[in-house]
């Protein structure tokens, strides 16, 4: 098994070789060098100026976690300079589709979170942008989904790609045809 030692802005952050792998530098587990299990981050000297984070994605989401948990009154600043730039007209995600178009959405997709097919209802779905709005995604109903909270919060505001991929790694099979669709 190879580990790469490297700099990590000599690896491609596009790699998709599952026999190069990294060693998170928080947990130890050797995982492979892909974006499924690293997230990246912005380097000066990177590939596409962009190289691989050294902890895994699982440490990474706990470390933010227990970040935000220690600081919530800069959880609160961010969340208000985020409303602030998309024009104070961020609304929760909830109140973009009536009831109606969210039991319509629901009975289209069988009823199943549109990524991992887990039993939804009414009061367990959420409202789920396909395009993220960072990706250039609207809140048009045509752009929205159901999904279950953990698919939501896992997405976040991921590319759809990247989110995609990740689900497959998961296990996952997505609902492809409702999400194409999505515009
Ligand atoms: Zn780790
Ligand atoms: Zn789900």
């Not at 098994?1 to 990294?22: C, P």
């Not at 998170?24 to 995982?31: A, F, K, P, R, T």
């Not at 985020?82 to 961020?90: K, L, M």
């Amino acid at each position: 098994m190879a580990i790469f030692k490297g700099s990590m802005t000599s690896l491609s952050v596009a790699n998709t070789d599952e026999s190069i792998f990294l060693e998170c530098s928080n947990c130890g587990d050797v995982l492979p060098a892909t974006r499924v299990h690293f997230g990246t981050v912005k380097r000066a000297t990177g590939i596409n100026g962009r190289a691989f984070k050294r902890t895994c994605r699982r440490c990474t989401r706990a470390q933010k976690k227990s970040h935000k948990e220690r600081n919530p009154d800069m959880v609160r600043r961010w969340n208000a300079e985020r409303v602030a730039r998309q024009g104070g007209t961020a609304k929760a995600s909830t109140e973009m589709l009536t009831t109606t178009q969210k039991r319509q959405k629901l009975a289209l997709q069988g009823s199943e979170c549109v990524y991992c097919r887990c039993n939804l209802n009414i009061s367990t779905a959420t409202v789920e942008h396909v395009r993220s709005v960072a990706e250039g995604g609207t809140d048009n109903s045509s752009n929205l989904v159901m999904a279950c909270s953990r698919c939501n919060q896992g997405k976040s505001g991921a590319p759809l790609s990247e989110w995609l991929e990740r689900c497959r790694a998961y296990g996952y099979q997505p609902q492809m045809q409702i999400i194409n669709e999505a515009r």
